[in-house]
Structures are given as C-alpha cells and as structure tokens.
C-alpha cells in the first residue's frame, strides 16, 4: 500500500473507539446528574436519552463526512474543503476553543479529586502542570501511545460505571421514580441543552482521521458504536441515581456518582467511584488534548495561523509544535480553576462548530456530487438538517454569561482572521529579512499542496507512489507534502483508488466542467492530466487552467498537442519511464532537475538555474562556500557548455550542474538561490 506522507496510519477501530469512549464519558457523567435533579427530577433520564437520539443526526454527518474526507483536522477539515474560508476558519476556531476550554476543565476535576480524596495539602495548580507535562508527553509519542493509556484508564472507567449500573438496578425504588415529571414538562428542554457537552467526544475520532487504519470503514463504526454505548450507560446510570434515591436528596450532593455508589456499596463503592472520576478526567483530558492540538495543525496548515503550527515531529510524525501551544494554555487556564467559566464557553464553541459541520453534509453534496461516499447517510437532506436544529436550538438555552463569553471570543475570531497575511493583502508585503528565514527553516517545515491527479490508472497511481514515497533522498528536497485528490472515470477503480490511497476520489469523467468544479479547483494548488490518452489529458488541462489552476501538468507525446498546451502556459511531460519522477521534480523544485540518482540516492546529479539576483552572482566558485560532499560538474551559459574551473564566475541565469550527497545538494541549493 502506499504510504501517505504525514501522519502515520496506527490506530485500528478499538483504538478509534477507545478515542470516543475517552472524550464521551469524561467527568459530566460524574457531576451533572446532580444538577439535572434540581432541575428536572427524574425527568432527567428521559432528558438524557431524547439528547443522545437527537445526537445521532450529528453522528451520522460525522460518518459520512469522515469516510468521504478522511483528513487530519476533524470538522474544521470538512468545512475547509468545502465552505467559505472564514466560516471554515470560524468553525475550526470554535472547535480548538471548545476542546481546549474543555480540557482544562478536566484537569480542573482532576486537580481537585486528587487534592479532596488524597492530598489536601497539595496545590492545584502543581497537580495540574504535572499532569499536563505527563500527557504532552504521551500525545507527543502519538494517537496509539497515548491511547494505549487511556485504553487502560477507559476499561477500568467503564467496568466500574457499568458496575454500578447493574448492580444498582436491583436497589431501584420505583416510588422514587414517580412522578416522572414532578417539576413538570417545562425543564426537558432547558435541561438537554445542559447535558449536550455529555454526548461530545464521537467527533474527535475525525481529528484523527489521518492516523486511522481503513478510515472508510472504522471511522463510521467506531463513532456509532462510541454514541450507542455512551447512551445505554448514561440512561442506565440515570435510572440508578434517580431510582435509589429521591431527586431532591440526590440534588444536595456535587458528586453524585461517588454519593450513589458509595450509599450502594459502602467503603469499596465510595473508592470505586473515585477512581472512576480520576480515570474519566485523565482519559478525557488526554484524548482532548491531541485532538486540540490537531485542529491548531489544521489551521496552521492552512495559513490562519503561523505556519509553525504546522510542522510534524520527525520521529513521531505529531504536531509538536501545536501540542506544545495547547499544553501551555491549558495549564495556564486549568491552573486558575474557573471551572463554571471553562465548561461555559466550551459548550457555546461545540453547539456552533457542530451546527456548522453538519450542514457541511448538504454543501458536501451540492458541490461535490461525484465524491466517493463509502459511508452514505439516510434520508439526506432530513438528517443533517436536524443535526443542524439539535445544535443551534440550544444556544439560547445557555446561561447569560455562555452568551456573553461565546461573542466574545466569536470577535476574538474574527480579529485574528483579519490579522493573517493570507487574509489580508495588506499584509503580504513582507520584509525580505523574513523570506531568507522561510528559506532556511524549509528543510524542517513543508506546506501542505493540494494536488488533482486526473486519471487513476497506472501513470496516475505512478505519480501518486511517488509523491507520497518517503525515504532520504525526498525528504530532503521535497517542499510540500502531498494532499491528493483524484478523479477516475471507471467506479470500480475509485473504489481501488479509496482504498489504497484514503484520499477523496471523485468518480466521473475529467473532461467535464461541472465535475471539476466539485473538486473546489480554487483550493488546488496543481493538476496532473495523467490518463493514456492525449487528446483527453488536453481537455481536462485546458479545462482546469481555465477553472482557475495556477500549476496544470498533461501527459502528453504527440506533438500537435504538447504545443497547443505549452502555449496556455501548461507543463507538457512526454517521457513515459520517467514521468512520475519528472512531475515529483516540477512540484518539488521548479528550479532544480533531477537528472540522475546514484546508487538509490546515495547521491545525485542536480541541475539547477541561478537567479538574477542571487548572491553567489559575480563571484568565483572558489569563493563560494560550496559543501565538502559536493562539486560544480559543469555551468550551461547561454546554451554553451563552459567547464567549472576555480576562477570560473557564477552569472545570472547560469545553470549549474552539481554532484554529490543529498544533504549537501540541498545546502549548496539553498546558497546558490539565496537573494541579494
């Protein structure tokens, strides 16, 4: 199979579940039922499974959504591809602010389980730092390290939840569960937007959708099966607590889980909840935590946020550099302990962000019919236009003070898109200091090209291999990572294509307009015509730089065709042996060819043109600092072939052939291109 530059695909559908059940079944289950009884009395358990139902509208977007678009960044990857880009940026902003507000909150809880049950003399604020250094660190590692501690904290989780579920249903009293509604029908309503948060956490499974094995199938599996376990538990815990004692008596407490199970059980009860609470803390904090810091990669990746966010470990393949920036602000916000603050605004970003994604289910279709789906919702457009009202029908259920804090950071937003060079032209005149700097981080951080492959046969699968082939050699020459997309005429090999790649794939025919506008030409950085035949690689060129495509490569050999490409200022690649390569070199480097690799890369010969105002012009090659590993083989001057000597000048527009290592080509690369 080949392998996808990035992220690397480890987590399985246990693992994927696991990612759910961690952010689901967080601490709400451990607090709120106390607050749902002073509200609503028993009413409340109706409350929480009328809430899980109306969740499953959002859940079935989510599946669809996440097997069609299996890529890093959850919700706000979906709408990237597919709405307005500042209501995308909006979206991923309500998601990055709702995570991370939320997993301070948990190691809030934790903080102050740790300091009433074990170590009262201990400050929160130590506890919380160390336990955000801990799980940095387990999230740095990545998904599948991380997730095999939170696995662990899961199981014991549920083992005691689902304990205390069955063996308590034998003390219900059902006196105690009548009336159902003592305080009346009125409260159903307010108290399932209250509640809401409890069923958050299936949609972090996306976020990691780049990490997942066979996304197609495991990401809707594993969010269908994580929402119907948390509903079965959270109804059953609900019975329990409102059936053994009186809502008014369970009312009183602010930890009801440990107050039941400790009146259930005794001693071992009270023990067994606490641990309960520490481990739905620590597993919600922890699952939070990466997919907070996976949202950030996305809007770095995508320039509304400094591209530093963007950048992967290159060991572990994570967002350090994103994680590092949520771990900061969570310790900084879970060191205050403003618990009522936290969980407030963290509920406005999610009901939002959520409403918006699942109406990225009806954009999905409009614009991109032809989109492979390998998970399809029912009764479209009824169920995302539910999930829709399931959302945004409770914001104004919120308190005052959720209001006042969601605008606010709504304008906080808003400011910040503003203030981002791709959002503003005004900005995008930078200092030339700034350029030399981009220069010479590019060794360590690459953007991410969106890339149309046209064609997904064996030349179209060629230059896919190749574009997304990591080894030595590539990983010091390439300037992007790959994104791609294809589209192929033949279903049954978009089906192929899906799952060999888990990349989108549009099935259809290339040369049609409306098809390529579904692919969101705008949002493509190049596209490859890359079928057997020349006359259709032409159209669907022609096609795409007419759409818009700044960068459009065709394979093309006859050359009536290749004239009549060059001359709309198309790339034209004839060499068939070579045309993955020679694409992979024109996406990479524009300025550099490839001739030859030597001994698998050990080495190669490199071609590159010198620009007018680059430093090194006018000077000798003795004098230029060139690397050790490194020669100048030859310079190519006004179609002339000159021999390099010591004294030999380096001129504007020269081309220099080099050989040697590729560390070294790509240093001497860099002080052959540096501007004046």
Not at 414 to 425: A, D, E, T
Not at 549 to 574: F, H, M, Q, T, W
Request: aromatic share 10%; glycine share 8%.
């Amino acid at each position: 199979m080949a392998e996808q530059s990035g992220f690397k695909r480890n987590i399985g559908l246990f693992m994927a579940v696991m990612i759910g059940i961690g952010a689901m079944m967080g601490p709400g289950i451990f607090a709120l039922p106390s607050i749902v009884a002073e509200s609503a009395g028993p009413l409340g358990i109706i409350a929480y499974l009328a809430m899980g139902l109306l969740t499953l509208f959002t859940a079935l977007s989510y599946s669809e959504l996440g097997a069609a678009l299996p890529i890093a960044g959850g919700g706000y990857s979906f709408t990237s591809r597919t709405l307005p880009r500042p209501v995308a940026f909006l979206t991923g902003w309500f998601f990055w602010i709702g995570n991370t507000l939320a997993c301070s909150l948990y190691v809030v809880i934790f903080a102050f389980t740790i300091k009433n049950y074990f170590f009262p003399e201990i400050s929160v604020l130590v506890i919380v730092l160390i336990t955000t250094l801990f799980f940095t660190l387990t999230n740095l590692r990545g998904q599948a390290e991380a997730l095999f501690v939170i696995t662990i904290m899961n199981i014991i989780e549920l083992v005691v939840l689902i304990g205390v579920g069955i063996l308590g249903a034998f003390y219900v009293e059902p006196a105690n569960l009548d009336p159902i509604a003592p305080l009346g029908w009125g409260p159903l309503i307010p108290t399932m937007g209250l509640i809401y948060i409890s069923y958050v956490g299936f949609d972090l499974i996306t976020v990691a959708a780049e990490e997942i094995v066979e996304p197609a199938k495991n990401i809707p599996r594993a969010i269908l099966i994580t929402l119907g376990v948390g509903i079965v538990i959270y109804v059953l815990l609900l019975w329990v607590m409102m059936g053994v004692v009186n809502y008014t008596e369970l009312a009183k407490t602010s930890t009801p889980f440990i107050y039941i199970a400790d009146l259930l059980f005794g001693q071992w009860g009270r023990w067994a909840g606490i641990i309960a609470t520490i481990m739905a803390s620590l597993s919600a904090f922890s699952v939070t935590l990466g997919a907070s810091s996976r949202v950030l990669f996305a809007l770095g990746r995508d320039g509304h946020f400094p591209e530093t966010f963007a950048r992967l470990h290159k060991k572990f393949k994570t967002p350090h550099i994103a994680l590092f920036m949520c771990a900061a602000l969570v310790a900084i916000l879970g060191a205050s302990g403003v618990v009522r603050v936290l969980a407030s605004a963290s509920s406005f970003g999610y009901l939002i962000a959520i409403g918006i994604v699942n109406y990225t289910v009806i954009a999905l279709h409009r614009h991109m019919p032809n989109l492979r789906r390998p998970y399809k919702i029912i009764f479209y457009p009824f169920i995302p236009v539910l999930g829709i009202v399931s959302c945004w029908f409770f914001v104004p259920m919120l308190d005052p003070e959720s209001l006042v804090l969601g605008i606010g950071l709504t304008l906080v937003g808003g400011v910040l898109y503003i203030l981002q060079p791709s959002n503003r032209k005004v900005f995008e005149r930078v200092p030339e200091y700034l350029k030399q700097i981009k220069i010479k981080i590019q060794t360590y951080w690459r953007p991410r090209m969106n890339v149309l492959i046209i064609g997904g046969g064996n030349l179209g699968g060629n230059i896919a291999d190749r574009l997304m082939k990591q080894d030595e050699f590539r990983m010091v020459f390439r300037s992007s990572e790959y994104q791609i997309t294809f589209i192929e005429k033949d279903k049954e090999q978009s089906e192929r294509l899906g799952k060999r790649y888990n990349v989108p794939v549009f099935n259809g025919d290339g040369t049609k307009q409306e098809l390529l506008e579904q692919v969101e030409p705008k949002k493509m950085d190049v596209a490859i015509a890359a079928t057997n035949d020349d006359e259709r690689n032409s159209i669907m060129a022609l096609q795409a730089k007419r759409l818009g495509i700044k960068r459009v490569i065709a394979i093309a050999r006859d050359p009536s065709y290749i004239s009549l490409l060059e001359d709309n200022g198309i790339v034209c690649i004839s060499a068939p042996r070579a045309t993955a390569s020679m694409v992979e070199n024109y996406l990479d480097r524009p300025g550099v060819a490839d001739l030859f690799e030597i001994e698998n890369g050990v080495a190669s010969l490199i071609d590159m043109k010198v620009p007018a105002k680059a430093k090194v012009v006018g000077q000798a090659i003795e004098d230029i600092n060139i690397p050790k590993e490194c020669v100048v083989a030859a310079l190519i001057r006004d179609k002339k072939f000159v021999v390099p000597r010591g004294k030999t000048d380096i001129q504007a527009n020269d081309n220099v052939v080099f050989v040697g290592t590729n560390e070294a080509i790509q240093e001497v690369n860099e002080i052959f291109t540096e501007i004046q």
